[in-house]
């Protein structure tokens, strides 16, 4: 793992994610999922599209995220994912820079200068907005070979996604991860959680099937290898998986896509919760970066799985958008607070903001 040290000061933290007493577990793994595009409507258009059931219902503390970029009142995923991974609201279109195009530490930065071991998982290409804000500093999203470029350095010990294409350009990206040691790999079958290598699995040219077209269980087998390696490491881990084509599904204003997402990203859900329950000293973070479609639902039938949807809108809005909390620490993100409030949130629970 890189080792990199990083002093910051956090402030305006209004909940406390210490244990409150020595018998009570400390935080040693954080496990974030978030569902691009995924508002309060999206969640229950999979409940009703899942017959009145989701995973995410399992939930113990639930709060609200206001998602509003420096630059815009609605933000894009650039803005929105770089202010839940670092702290700071910025630009829309902008990866892990501040407004002033400075670099700005996140949460894989972070993580691995106190010695946790760091994952991400996506739907889209490992090199999009939303996980790119968790691993590159990039003054433009749409720059996913420069994105790919900063891999190989970042000290990542786990990563699965689509994007091969980004990583097979003219630099290489995949010859400088095999030199620093990676273990590549194209299927997520292929990957071992054993191996003591650090692993990428790039498993389309750019992005994943959707569901719709066959994907299968590929998030939930992802985050399951994913969570499985990383729990090898004693200090603990931070791990980010997305549903990233909950998104796509509102640009489209297609319900069909989007229930079919959301009930697949409700899988991973129910398996970080799992892992939860059985590794004390974990916290599962469900949120999003923000909605997008405008979506809401005028009639539906739970008994049935059927809905009647309508769409305002084919970008993004500006509403607020939930935060799901369980396991160690999970009341910390009850209450309304600002995006970069997760961060700050995950920060104090992991005890980043403290001199390795």
């Given at each position: 793992?890189?080792?990199?040290?990083?002093?910051?000061?956090?402030?305006?933290?209004?909940?406390?994610?210490?244990?409150?007493?020595?018998?009570?577990?400390?935080?040693?793994?954080?496990?974030?999922?978030?569902?691009?595009?995924?508002?309060?409507?999206?969640?229950?258009?999979?409940?009703?599209?899942?017959?009145?059931?989701?995973n995410l219902e399992r939930a113990q503390y639930v709060?609200?995220?206001?998602?509003?970029?420096?630059?815009?009142?609605?933000?894009?995923?650039?803005?929105?994912?770089?202010?839940i991974s670092t702290g700071s609201k910025t630009n829309n279109?902008?990866?892990?820079m501040d407004t002033a195009g400075k670099p700005l530490?996140?949460?894989?930065?972070?993580?691995?200068?106190?010695?946790?071991?760091?994952?991400?998982?996506?739907?889209?290409?490992?090199?999009?907005?939303?996980p790119a804000s968790f691993i590159a500093h990039q003054l433009s999203r749409?720059?996913?070979?420069?994105?790919?470029?900063?891999?190989?350095?970042?000290?990542i010990d786990i990563f699965i996604g689509g994007g091969h294409s980004y990583f097979a350009d003219s630099m290489n990206v995949i010859q400088q991860l095999l030199n620093n040691g990676y273990r590549m790999v194209n299927q997520v079958s292929d990957i071992d959680p054993d191996d003591s290598l650090p692993i990428g699995c790039l498993a389309a040219d750019i992005a994943l099937p959707t569901a719709l077209e066959g994907r299968g269980d590929y998030l939930l087998q992802a985050t399951k290898k994913a969570m499985a390696k990383l729990a090898h490491n004693p200090a603990g881990f931070f791990l980010m998986v997305e549903g990233s084509q909950i998104d796509w599904a509102?640009?489209?204003?297609?319900?069909?896509?989007?229930?079919?997402?959301?009930?697949?990203?409700?899988?991973?859900?129910?398996?970080?919760?799992?892992?939860?329950?059985?590794?004390?000293?974990t916290l599962v973070i469900v949120t999003a970066d923000h909605e997008t479609g405008g979506l809401s639902l005028p009639n539906g039938n739970l008994s049935e799985g059927t809905l009647e949807a309508k769409f305002s809108t084919d970008y993004h809005t500006g509403v607020m958008v939930p935060v799901f909390a369980y396991g160690t620490g999970a009341n910390c993100f009850a209450g309304i607070y600002q995006n970069t409030g997760i961060f700050d949130r995950m920060v104090e629970a992991l005890q980043l903001h403290e001199t390795p």
């Open positions: 793992m890189k080792q990199l040290i990083v002093l910051l000061g956090f402030a305006g933290i209004l909940v406390s994610c210490s244990p409150k007493s020595e018998s009570q577990p400390k935080v040693k793994n954080v496990i974030l999922l978030i569902g691009d595009g995924m508002g309060t409507s999206q969640i229950f258009a999979g409940i009703t599209a899942n017959k009145g059931q989701l709060g609200f995220s206001k998602t509003q970029s420096a630059s815009h009142y609605t933000t894009d995923s650039g803005a929105g994912g770089t202010a279109g902008t990866i892990g530490p996140n949460m894989i930065e972070l993580s691995e200068a106190k010695g946790l071991s760091t994952g991400l998982v996506a739907t889209s290409s490992i090199t999009h907005a939303t749409n720059d996913e070979p420069e994105i790919a470029r900063q891999f190989p350095g970042s000290g509102g640009h489209s204003n297609d319900i069909q896509y989007l229930t079919s997402e959301m009930i697949d990203f409700d899988q991973a859900v129910g398996a970080a919760f799992d892992f939860a329950d059985s590794h004390p000293g």
